[in-house]
């Protein structure tokens, strides 16, 4: 049996139905204000870092301009990206992470507070993930999720480390973006890796999301018994 046990919900979504019960009780701004500072810290501090649209989607607002301010107050650090697409994205700034780790309710290693150590080729399978993960939540189809450096404390040798984990009642989804195909050895061991964390109960399934109907028909089929 796997030690990978759903934990509480965490604050950020605890503060994510706070914030719509208190929109939808009238609250004045400033109390929605401090909670939409408080989850947009905290999944920065999950992700490493994120976009205004991907936030614009988690707090259920329509007007842009939100991560700006929260960067002229001092919480974050815009950094431009090298592909320009997008062009920017958002990170903590000292000030953002004591912020954000007096609040969270786990401890990880925050590595972009040096936007030089942001590795830039991983930025489009990782804000697809992002993107993924927050619009299951905010649709209700998740619970609660685990992002890849959650769960990264929890390595061992052999298990598998996926890209995001979903937490839906006792249900344990393992998240895989796939955005270029594996092939031979790397393949059998992707595929390896699956069927095991199934059969040993770490994970209860595994969905693959890719953008390539190709790379979905050759995992389908590299899947089969």
């Not at 992700?47 to 205004?52: A, D, E, H, I, K």
């Not at 390595?155 to 973006?177: F, H, M, N, Q």
């Not at 969905?207 to 089929?221: C, E, G, N, R, V």
């Amino acid at each position: 049996m796997s030690n990978l046990n759903p934990p509480k919900m965490e604050k950020t979504e605890q503060l994510r139905l706070a914030r719509i019960k208190l929109k939808e009780a009238g609250k004045n701004p400033t109390s929605i204000g401090k909670t939409n500072l408080l989850l947009t810290l905290l999944l920065i501090y999950k992700w490493g870092y994120t976009t205004p649209s991907i936030t614009k989607l988690f707090l259920g607002i329509t007007r842009g301009g939100y991560l700006q301010k929260l960067t002229d107050q001092g919480f974050l650090r815009k950094v431009k990206t090298e592909s320009g697409n997008p062009k920017y994205i958002y990170t903590l700034t000292e000030s953002g992470l004591s912020e954000a780790e007096r609040h969270a309710s786990f401890q990880i290693r925050y590595v972009e507070i040096d936007p030089y150590r942001i590795n830039q080729q991983l930025l489009r399978h990782n804000l697809l993930t992002q993107e993924i993960t927050i619009s299951a939540v905010v649709s209700g189809a998740v619970d609660d999720y685990l992002s890849e450096r959650m769960l990264s404390v929890q390595d061992k040798p052999g298990k598998k480390r996926v890209d995001a984990c979903w937490l839906k009642s006792s249900l344990k989804t393992g998240i895989e973006v796939e955005l270029s195909k594996k092939w031979d050895r790397k393949l059998d061991e992707f595929v390896s890796g699956v069927i095991s964390a199934i059969e040993n109960n770490i994970y209860s399934q595994f969905i693959i999301f890719s953008d390539s109907p190709a790379i979905i028909a050759a995992y389908s089929l590299a899947m089969q018994p």
